[in-house]
């Protein structure tokens, strides 16, 4: 892993605000405080690519008249619906 030095010019209120929230959750140090939230705002990016992707992937399905993939509520409503059909109580 490469690591390389920034420099980061921020105003004296957020530094005030960073050093607030490192003293409430426990950071020893601005430096940690800010790696933890640039990896945090990468993660947040990430998903919500993943889920742009997800829905770009569920219309070019519904266009294709493919079913989209079924919710886990979607699957429950179905089942009991068939259980119900057959005489099964759940």
């Given at each position: ?16 605000g ?39 992937l569920?219309k ?31």
């Open positions: 892993m490469k690591n390389e030095a920034i420099y980061l010019k921020l105003p004296e209120t957020l530094l005030k960073i050093d607030s929230v490192m003293d409430e959750e426990g950071y020893t140090s601005r430096q940690e405080f800010i790696r933890e939230v640039v990896r945090h705002a990468l993660a947040q990016y990430k998903i919500r690519l993943f889920h742009e992707t997800v829905e770009r569920k070019k399905a519904n266009l294709r008249r493919i079913s989209p993939i079924l919710t886990t509520e979607e699957k429950d409503r179905i089942a009991k619906k068939y259980f119900k059909e057959k005489g099964v109580k759940v």
